[in-house]
């Protein structure tokens, strides 16, 4: 079965950079797009970042020219590199998985595994 486990996470002061990585195992050839989430203490889980297979990317404003999302498929593993860090990107970060559409992937999409376990990630001032 396909999972996701992230790494990376740690204390960093502000300014610094970090970069976490989600592993996937399993039948990658069902997972599509891929995204990394956080949530602070308080608020909402926020889109951060997403990368479709074939490269394309998107990030939400507030990481816009400091992060950069990157996947390598031959290794079915997804990257964030987080520089210029703030204390306001203090959060648990979480992989996401988009599942394709197709009826071969059917079973992965009704499996309801979608998000890696989080990692936590604390920019200090």
């Known amino acids: 079965q396909v999972q996701l486990v992230e790494s990376g996470g740690g204390l960093v002061q502000a300014g610094g950079s970090l970069r976490l990585s989600c592993a996937a195992s399993g039948n990658t050839d069902c997972i599509s797009t891929m995204g990394w989430y956080r949530q602070a203490p308080g608020k909402e889980r926020e889109l951060v970042a997403l990368?479709?297979?074939?490269?394309?990317?998107n990030y939400a404003d507030p990481v816009e020219g400091r992060f950069t999302i990157s996947r390598d498929n031959a290794k079915n593993t997804l990257y964030l590199q987080m520089n210029s860090l703030k204390p306001e990107d203090t959060a648990v970060y979480y992989c996401?998985?988009?599942?394709?559409?197709?009826?071969?992937?059917?079973?992965?999409?009704?499996?309801?595994?979608?998000w890696g376990q989080g990692t936590q990630v604390t920019v200090s001032s």
């Open positions: 990368i479709s297979r074939g490269g394309t990317t």
């Open positions: 996401h998985i988009e599942w394709a559409t197709n009826g071969y992937c059917l079973r992965y999409r009704l499996s309801g595994i979608s």
